[in-house]
């Protein structure tokens, strides 16, 4: 995982295996790099997601990837989340675009926790792919 910004701060940019010839070639913003984190091979995913701040509210269980998180489950936000298993990766946009987070295990009371100016969360991906 890249990080514009020392300390794991800014935007996130998760790589997998391969040659990026330039910064476009990972869709970032800029070629400023400050910080890095390598994720550790998880054999199991689960987190859970809810609608509201404090892991209050409707709240769903998932274990695979999800391209289109509205969709499936009719939320319009989603304020707080904890992974139980694994590593995943938050797209702000469905279909695994727009700005990325990565969440480590671990419980996230909102939005601020993961690095988000706000709550919108388009699509999730495990983290699975790693040389």
Do not use: K
């Not at 794991?8 to 998760?14: I, K, M, V």
């Not at 391969?18 to 091979?41: F, H, K, V």
């Not at 489950?73 to 590593?87: A, K, Q, R």
């Amino acid at each position: 995982m890249l990080y514009e910004q020392p300390n794991y701060q800014g935007c996130q940019y998760f790589l997998r295996r391969g040659d990026y010839p330039d910064y476009q070639q990972w869709m970032g913003l800029s070629d400023s790099i400050r910080s890095c984190r390598l994720i550790p091979y998880a054999s199991s995913h689960r987190i859970r997601i809810y609608e509201r701040e404090d892991h209050r509210g409707q709240m769903v269980e998932i274990t695979e990837d999800c391209s289109s998180l509205q969709d499936r489950f009719h939320f319009g936000d989603f304020h707080s989340f904890h992974v139980l298993e694994g590593y995943w990766i938050l797209y702000e946009m469905p279909n695994y675009r727009g700005r990325q987070y990565l969440l480590r295990p671990g419980e996230y009371r909102r939005y601020h926790d993961w690095g988000a100016m706000n709550a919108r969360v388009g699509s999730l991906r495990r983290v699975m792919d790693f040389y």
